[in-house]
């Protein structure tokens, strides 16, 4: 029993011994280039890009607001006297229109929950791709 106790312990210490002798100055070196890698800000900002992509796929899915203005001016304003065309004479016209739309997407045919994978999708791919240059940073 004595001998298993002292084996186990010297085991447990040996580990300890092996895992405190890990230089940890490489790990902080290794940090170091991997923020200063060019390869892996690209990676991260293209993963930022796809993560908007997402957002606004999912913006799709809710009611879209539209205001329209329209102005049109009928008449001549140099012609506002009496002529012979017009004994009373003319008078200018002025249209004003504006509108308020609300619109919200019903049958799309799967195009608006497509469109929300195909982005997720994107940013999986995207968050692996930084996974790997910080890798080949670390490995190089």
Request: glycine content about 8%; hydrophobic content about 40%.
């Amino acid at each position: 029993m004595k001998r298993y106790t002292i084996s186990i312990l010297l085991i447990l210490f040996s580990i300890t011994v092996v895992y405190s002798q890990q230089d940890t100055l490489i790990f902080k070196y290794r940090r170091l280039a991997v923020d200063y890698q060019q390869s892996v800000k690209m990676a991260q900002k293209s993963l930022e890009g796809a993560n908007s992509l997402v957002e606004a796929s999912k913006a799709g899915f809710l009611p879209r607001l539209d205001i329209d203005g329209y102005y049109n001016f009928f008449g001549n304003p140099i012609q506002l006297g009496v002529t012979e065309e017009s004994p009373t004479g003319q008078e200018l016209s002025n249209m004003y229109e504006l509108g308020l739309w609300v619109s919200q997407p019903v049958l799309t045919g799967g195009y608006l929950k497509n469109t929300k994978n195909l982005a997720m999708a994107r940013t999986d791919v995207a968050r692996s791709y930084v996974g790997l240059s910080e890798q080949n940073t670390m490995l190089e």
